[in-house]
């Protein structure tokens, strides 16, 4: 664990040390919430003013879910670059357990992504997003349902740099895998104005799940539109947090492949 911590603590102070990409990092969620959201609110609030601040509240947890998403592409992308320039090998010929080079890589990778939800919540609330107030339990399960999403898309991402042999190649194929999970969910749209085939595509999509979970933990909910309707609490987190496991142990698993 002490080796896992180690890496964490040298991913992060690198992000520190480079200020363009972490101000990029932290900057990006900005531009979703503030471009997208201001733009689909004023759309929405075209026909009915109450709509405008209902639609903030709906779309932040899915811009939380969003940066998980790029989060996971940054993580996976440090573990790339380090296979590529043989300092994994380093790491394999040192006495430490492999699992806590891939595990200290998750762990920076979930961490870029509780920063990003913590900014995206300060916007949230700066633009109108009702927020659910001091609420301990709904903002520890929120932090829990964050974390989750996080290590699923950081087990995907880890996953994939763990066989792709160029940075190309590697964006290719983890586009193919994470945008179909964002868009094929209720991040950005309620699921009751999706059509039929998208609808089943969402329910069995644990982003919606996450993105949901978050609704009810953080916020006061945008059930307007929402539709009134909301996934079970209760599944949402155990489908988040089978997510997350699934997620680290094809991480795990196509990495300890890709060290032999």
Known sequence: MSAALTLWNKHLTKLIARKEEAFGTLFQPILWIVLFGTGMAAV?????????????????????????????????????????????????????????????NALSTVSKSLAQASIILGVGLLMGAQFIGLDPLGWLGG???????????????????????????????????????????????????????????????????????????????????????FLPLWLCFVVVSVFAALGMILAYSSFKKSVK
């Open 44 to 104: 929405i609030g075209a026909e009915s003013p109450d709509a405008k601040n209902a639609y903030i509240t709906f779309m932040v947890p899915g811009i939380i879910a969003l940066t998980a998403m790029t989060g996971a592409i940054e993580g996976g992308l440090t573990l790339l670059f380090e296979r590529l320039q043989g300092i994994i090998k380093e790491y394999l010929v040192s006495p430490i357990p492999r699992p806590s080079i891939l595990f200290g």
């Open 143 to 229: 932090l829990v349902l964050i974390i989750a999403l996080g290590l699923g898309f950081a087990g995907i991402g880890l996953a994939v740099a763990s066989k792709a042999s160029s940075p190309g190649g590697y964006h290719m194929l983890i586009f193919m895998l994470t945008l179909p999970l964002l868009f094929l969910s209720n991040a950005l749209y309620p699921i009751v104005s999706l059509p039929t085939w998208m609808q089943i595509g969402a329910r069995v999509n644990p982003v919606s799940y996450g993105v949901d979970g978050l609704r009810q933990t953080l916020f006061d909910s945008g059930s307007s539109l929402a539709g009134g309707e």
